[in-house]
């Protein structure tokens, strides 16, 4: 099967350069490292505790390759549990979208369980520099079945009724936000984010109607190392007081689902998945033998579905 993921990937490494494009212009050339840049931006603690965004094409195209088949991975495990909730042509707005690994599950999703359905996706992304990601989506989008496809570039915390007018106009029917909550509390206060996603989730289900969906996927640690790593925010710990602000409403169901990538108690949210890693097996081997896959599902999920079209 032809899927977008493996496309993406395939790209990725045809543009990834071998030499350092910081030292593209010296005298002395160095290797590619991008696999020692990246957790620089993941962790501060790892930067001399300063925070960094993706700041080179190069570290986005390793980006792409490394974490592409486990974030949708993920999600696509997801879909199996949510599957009778699913509408049969999803209208999907994406909120810090990046490199659209959210996107690379549903389109695997439908192409192997609703093939004759169509796909309309919008992220919405604040950096430029998966711009070139976007635009081989864009140029494939009917390749992968996809009705329409667009990007709009905005910080979603800071433009927020712009947002709400996007939600208004285009009445999505799911709203995804892969591992965006954390990145944001790379740059915000933990209370903010936590705000700003528990009034998003009530503005959204003010504007559409019933059945909407908003999915979250994002990370979850082990106790002992978010003790050892205090300052690094999990998205479980934004994604719990979500899910208990709206657990005893009767308009939004709750649905939470973890990877039990270890035999840790501290990794429970909701219902464990059984499957924890990608099936190598099924990876093209170009691309196996290229990138530094990432192979192990880690995230805790939160479904919110609305209802009631009523107000909450």
């Known amino acids: 099967m032809c899927l977008l993921v493996y496309d993406v990937m395939r ?30 931006v993941h962790f501060k603690r790892k930067n001399n505790g300063n925070v960094r965004d993706y700041d080179c094409k190069n570290m986005i195209y390793y980006y792409c390759g490394r974490y592409s088949l486990k974030h949708a991975g993920e999600l696509f495990t997801l879909l199996h549990q949510i599957s009778h909730r699913l509408p049969d ?3 999907i707005l994406s909120i810090g979208c990046g490199p659209c690994t959210d996107l ?57 009724q712009k947002v709400e007018e996007i939600i208004k106009n285009e009445k999505p029917n799911i709203i995804s936000f892969q591992y965006v909550l954390s990145d944001m509390a790379k740059y915000h206060p933990v209370s903010s984010v936590k705000r700003f996603a528990e009034e998003f989730v009530q503005k959204a289900f003010e504007i559409l109607p019933k059945s909407t969906m908003i999915v979250f996927n994002d990370t979850n640690v082990l106790q002992s190392y978010a003790e050892r790593n205090p300052d690094e925010v999990k998205g479980r710990d934004i994604l719990e007081p979500l899910a208990d602000k709206f657990w005893h409403s009767r308009n939004i169901s709750v649905f939470k689902y973890y990877f039990p990538y270890r035999n840790d108690p501290s990794l429970q949210f909701g219902g464990a998945h059984s499957k924890c890693e990608v099936d190598m097996g099924n990876v093209p081997a170009d691309l196996k033998n290229y990138f530094e896959i990432w192979y192990e599902y880690r995230s805790a999920q939160l479904v919110l579905i609305k209802n009631e079209d009523i107000l909450i």
């Open 11 to 40: 790209m990725a490494k045809e543009r990834h350069s071998s030499v350092c494009l910081s030292s593209l212009n010296s005298l002395f050339q160095r290797e590619s490292n991008c696999e020692r840049c990246l957790p620089k």
């Open 89 to 91: 042509n999803p209208r």
């Open 104 to 160: 690379f599950a549903f389109e695997a999703y439908f192409k192997t369980y609703k093939p004759y359905k169509k796909i309309e996706y919008h992220g919405l992304e604040k950096n430029m520099l998966w711009k070139d990601i976007h635009d081989f989506i864009t140029k494939h989008e009917k390749k992968h079945n996809l009705s329409r496809f667009r990007i709009t570039y905005i910080d979603v915390m800071s433009e927020v």
